[in-house]
């Protein structure tokens, strides 16, 4: 089914360890997103590409680093997680008639 | 700029009886609008968006929702609550088509039996 993956779907890190979410869409979309979710807070984007080889600041970039790879993939990177980056992730493309999602990565940083 | 406010973020309803999802926006510019329904652990799904065509959305689902620009309101509703229904819905406003859409902080429906 076309769409936007993620994975892992669960990490559990610990303090100062560093990871890398991967997304994949395969709609052709050009824009591409990150947003986190947080209780009663919301989606809050993090960082956002409107094309491949383009990437900028969403409300909420300091602590990430992202990569637009290709116009498919679009990956987050926590240099050195922090318990305040304990959220969910979603990354979804988008086109005219809106946003598709992933299912949305649960992690945890300890 | 553009911002979205809903305006409960928790509503219950009996299984059977209307639904109403209350969203205001502000947008310098013509908006596109679209709601979002998020079960749980799930990610979100479009319901129905709105693009300057009929101010009546018909989405999924059997929801709808009307585009007020007197009133700059875009409330979700459905005749009769489905116990499936129970979900998190975001209303979103947009003025670059779905680009860098602003979120609203979402509404919490539950459905009683």
């Known amino acids: 089914n076309a769409g936007v993956t993620q994975t892992p779907k669960f990490q559990v890190l610990k303090t100062g360890q560093s990871m890398t979410l991967q997304c994949a869409q395969d709609?052709?979309?050009?824009?591409m997103y990150w947003y986190r979710q947080d209780p009663g807070m919301g989606l809050r984007l993090i960082y956002y590409s409107a094309s491949e080889g383009t990437t900028d600041k969403g409300e909420v970039p300091n602590g990430y680093n992202v990569s637009r790879l290709n116009k498919r993939e679009f990956s987050l990177r926590l240099e050195s997680a922090a318990p305040s980056q304990t959220s969910v992730y979603f990354c979804a493309s988008s086109d005219l008639y809106g946003y598709t999602f992933g299912s949305g990565t649960r992690l945890t940083v300890v | 700029a553009q911002s979205v406010t809903q305006l409960d973020s928790h509503v219950s309803v009996s299984e059977g009886t209307p639904v109403l999802l209350r969203c205001n926006y502000s947008s310098s510019y013509s908006p596109s609008l679209f709601w979002y329904v998020q079960h749980p652990n799930k990610g979100l799904q479009l319901l129905l968006k709105y693009t300057s065509a009929a101010t009546l959305v018909k989405g999924i689902n059997g929801f709808e929702a009307e585009f007020k620009k007197s009133e700059t309101s875009f409330h979700l509703t459905k005749p009769s609550a489905h116990m499936s229904d129970a979900a998190e819905y975001f209303c979103v406003v947009s003025y670059t088509n779905a680009g860098k859409s602003t979120f609203g902080d979402g509404t919490t429906l539950t459905v009683k039996p």
């Open positions: 709609m052709n979309h050009n824009s």
